[in-house]
């Protein structure tokens, strides 16, 4: 079972919780919430290693406005790449408040924006932060696509549990090795901090013994009333099942639908993975 949160986290909570929520429309970086990575890896145990993996968390923001030097609003879409490798993650709804801060500030062009939003991003993280904004005439390929893979939602299994339990994979795989991509489209877990459901598709690649489907679609549903980020949700599905079915490669990419104007997709592997971009039915 997962361990208690850790306390530091829940002083954040405090910070947006049953208090009066106050909207800046002029640019304020101070609005910006860290939350550093190391509080939930404490409680993954020894056993994960995050400096012999690779991983981003990839952030699109649908809803970055400003005013241009005539006060005339300016709009785009951004995209924000963090490595999972910075120091810190930043605190969802503190982006959302920051990025509203611009909505009455005047920038002389988006190269502006886009710089200042890098900057203080990689400040709050404290690590690589990559922040491309693009106008919306510009963005002519969006694809809305599925994640590949089997799907294994569709099993006649008959389901009691909704707290996260990584015993479900105790004891799961088989002996023969295989080279599987796998996804889900029923994962839920809650925000840490307000409690609102977060909705993902999850993929799973991974060669090695081949994992029992019906155990594995138990362990996701098992999130369904899980509090945890986004980004520490895929370290722990990554980390419980390299623990518990010992592929030689694992790559795990959660896709998450958006709220408050942005999702967040982020993915952990052990092996060279290229995540596709393309948004999801859902997104």
């Not at 005013?67 to 709009?75: C, D, F, H, T, W």
């Amino acid at each position: 079972m997962s361990k208690p949160i850790n306390q530091s986290i829940s002083s954040i909570a405090g910070k947006f919780l049953g208090q009066k929520t106050k909207y800046y429309d002029t640019y304020q970086p101070s609005l910006l919430h860290a939350v550093p990575r190391s509080l939930n890896r404490e409680l993954l145990g020894s056993d994960f290693q995050p400096t012999t993996l690779m991983g981003q968390d990839i952030w699109t923001l649908y809803e970055v406005s400003w005013l241009n030097q005539n006060g005339l609003p300016q709009v785009s879409i951004g995209k924000v790449v963090l490595s999972m490798h910075t120091i810190n993650l930043i605190e969802s709804k503190s982006l959302k408040l920051y990025l509203n801060s611009f909505n009455q500030t005047q920038f002389t062009n988006l190269a502006v924006v886009q710089n200042i939003i890098e900057r203080d991003l990689s400040d709050c993280a404290i690590g690589l932060v990559k922040v491309t904004l693009f106008r919306l005439k510009d963005v002519t390929d969006i694809v809305i696509d599925n994640l590949s893979g089997f799907c294994i939602d569709e099993q006649n299994i008959t389901i009691h549990n909704y707290k996260v339990y990584p015993d479900f994979l105790y004891n799961i795989t088989h002996k023969d090795l295989v080279k599987e991509q796998l996804i889900s489209h029923l994962f839920k877990s809650n925000c840490l901090i307000t409690k609102q459901p977060d909705w993902a598709t999850v993929q799973i690649s991974y060669y090695g013994p081949r994992i029992d489907h019906v155990a594995l679609l138990h362990y996701l549903v098992s999130y369904r009333q899980h509090n945890e980020f986004h980004e520490s949700c895929t370290e722990r599905i990554f980390y419980d099942i390299l623990r518990y079915c010992k592929p030689y490669q694992l790559s795990v990419y959660l896709r998450y639908t958006r709220r408050g104007g942005i999702d967040i997709n982020p993915w952990r592997s052990n092996t060279e993975f290229s995540p596709t971009h393309h948004r999801l039915v859902r997104q």
